[in-house]
């Protein structure tokens, strides 16, 4: 029998992303996975280089590019739904645990135990989920950043959330601090001063 597995992650790119919101340049699932596991490979680098770490940096990025594929199933549900209050926020976590299980079970069972700390958000390690997390956040935080810089002032309160849990972030973890100062700004910029630097 068949595993529909690849099929349910090969439907990404049709899950749209900001639902709820304008803007300026659309997005879906599978560009917004492959750029958290970019910024989280990369934090996991500067956390190893800079802040004493033992993270796998490939790991990272692997739990990174599955970290939605619950979404294969139900799609995107946007934060402000999703988080309305404790209850329903509790009602989309038991959902979004349903899907994983499907999405592990879509693949050959011997298969199953390898992607079980992967696929399962619950079964991933604290400390990878955390970095997979601040990534997230972080690409949430440079896509509001382009969408202002396109004048979509849509955006200006997910700026403002992001602003605050990038602030409370930066405690904890340093890595986040050196990517803000390292990389954030030239995110930003037009391919005409990108070839210039």
């Avoid at 409370?168 to 973890?173: A, D, G, Y």
């Amino acid at each position: 029998m068949q595993s529909t597995f690849l099929a349910w992650m090969f439907r990404m790119p049709l899950i749209k992303r900001w639902a709820l919101m304008y803007c300026i340049k659309p997005e879906n699932v599978a560009e917004h996975s492959h750029q958290v596991a970019i910024v989280a490979h990369l934090l996991a680098l500067i956390r190893n280089k800079k802040f004493g770490g033992e993270i796998n940096a490939d790991r990272v990025a692997t739990i990174a590019l599955y970290h939605e594929a619950s979404e294969t199933r139900y799609g995107d549900i946007v934060s402000p739904t999703k988080y309305a209050n404790q209850e329903i926020a509790r009602e989309f976590k038991k959902i979004e645990g349903l899907a994983e299980q499907e999405c592990l079970q879509s693949l050959p069972e011997e298969f199953q135990e390898l992607f079980d700390d992967i696929i399962i958000q619950d079964h991933v390690q604290a400390e990878y989920k955390q970095i997979v997390k601040a990534a997230d956040i972080l690409v949430a935080y440079i896509k509001a950043l382009d969408e202002l810089n396109h004048n979509n002032y849509e955006f200006e309160h997910v700026k403002i959330r992001l602003d605050n849990k990038l602030t409370e972030l930066k405690k904890s973890q340093p890595e986040v601090g050196y990517f803000l100062d390292t990389f954030l700004d030239a995110c930003s910029a037009t391919v005409d001063v990108l070839a210039k630097k």
